[in-house]
């Protein structure tokens, strides 16, 4: 099963922030935090990852709390095109794969 | 940018027929997945492959499925005998290891729809 909690859904207003949770509290301490979205008909797509330290990228920032139980994907302007399911993913090392939530899913109004 | 190719985008079949979904995966990556998801489903790993041997699979890859680096670039997942609980999309991934992280590039994927 998941490793990380995410709220079901969420909604924006177009050109505001966004705000993600993801709760992870039993996170190991070479755990990476990958952020992934799907938009519809589409494969996931990379937006983010981070270890210990808050990460920018020209997509998103990535907050990550202290105790690393927990991180905040930020959408610093939602457009309609960042709806999506915005998925929060815990890569363990020495196994690879993904395991996905169900993830959060993203309604950006006009 | 470098991304991941599938073909067919949507590929149709009876059931019982075999069918191959093809990938070409980034071209300096190491390691590579096959992914599905059912419609209103979750994501769901299937497979993964690493210098021409599964590393590891999941209990849904059972005998019916099999896959395939054939030639330098193609990734292949083989289903021998579709059933109809086969139909979903099929993601493939790739994975450079690159400093220990693994971040995963996936495919726009391919819709197998079993009749």
């Known amino acids: 099963d998941a490793k990380t909690t995410q709220p079901n859904s969420m909604e924006s207003n177009e050109e505001e922030p966004v705000h993600l949770p993801c709760n992870h509290s039993t996170i190991s301490g070479t755990d990476y935090i990958h952020w992934y979205r799907q938009l519809p008909s589409q494969g996931p797509e990379y937006v983010i990852h981070g270890l210990t330290s808050n990460v920018n990228n020209r997509m998103a920032s990535l907050a990550i709390a202290e105790d690393r139980k927990s991180s905040t994907l930020i959408l610093h302007r939602a457009t309609l095109r960042d709806a999506a399911v915005y998925y929060c993913i815990l890569t363990t090392s020495g196994t690879y794969k993904y395991i996905f939530g169900t993830g959060t899913r993203l309604k950006v109004l006009a | 940018e470098p991304e991941v190719t599938q073909t067919p985008s949507h590929q149709v079949t009876q059931m019982g027929q075999e069918v191959i979904l093809r990938c070409v995966p980034i071209s300096n990556h190491l390691y590579f997945y096959w992914y599905r998801q059912i419609l209103g489903q979750k994501v769901e790993f299937l497979v993964s492959?690493?210098?021409?041997?599964?590393?590891?699979k999941s209990e849904i890859f059972d005998d019916q499925f099999s896959v395939e680096r054939p030639d330098g670039s193609n990734f292949t997942l083989k289903i021998r005998s579709t059933k109809l609980e086969d139909s979903a999309m099929y993601f493939c991934?790739?994975?450079?290891?690159?400093?220990?992280?693994?971040?995963?590039?996936f495919g726009p994927g391919t819709r197998l729809t079993v009749l």
């Open positions: 991934a790739s994975r450079q290891t690159q400093g220990g992280i693994d971040t995963q590039y």
């Open positions: 492959f690493y210098n021409n041997e599964i590393s590891e």
